[in-house]
């Protein structure tokens, strides 16, 4: 907090990148899937491209780690965190990886994740 007593974490619209990685994910049935590990931002534009959800592992460790096109989450406040209309069933067979197989995230990488989940790739 600053000396005039605004948050500089968040705000009623804005809300800071350290409180968004942790934040649970839940489907349309309240099921909590994983959580926010890290989201990609686009250099250029500025726009956030994917949330990472970590997903699987033990207590939070070992995990893969699924990038979600940012368009497919919402955030509810009721529960605190991120909602995405998935099942567990489609995520486990969603596209993936593991910390010691980063994908590039180039564009090829991109159309097949935003394909995955029927969103159109932006760019």
Do not use: C
């Not at 970590?54 to 460790?61: D, I, Q, R, V, W």
């Not at 995990?63 to 209309?85: A, S």
């Not at 993936?96 to 394909?115: A, I, K, L, M, W």
């Amino acid at each position: 907090m600053s000396n005039t007593g605004i948050a500089t974490d968040e705000t009623s619209r804005l809300i800071a990148s350290n409180k968004v990685e942790g934040t649970a994910v839940y489907n349309n049935q309240g099921e909590k899937l994983g959580s926010i590990h890290n989201f990609m931002v686009d250099k250029l534009s500025g726009r956030v491209e994917y949330a990472v959800l970590s997903f699987g592992g033990l207590f939070g460790m070992g995990g893969d780690y699924y990038p979600l096109p940012w368009d497919v989450l919402t955030y509810d406040t009721g529960q605190g965190g991120y909602v995405v209309n998935l099942d567990r069933a489609v995520l486990e067979k969603a596209p993936r990886y593991t910390s010691q197989n980063e994908p590039s995230f180039d564009r090829d990488y991109g159309r097949e994740v935003h394909g995955y989940y029927g969103v159109d790739y932006p760019y």
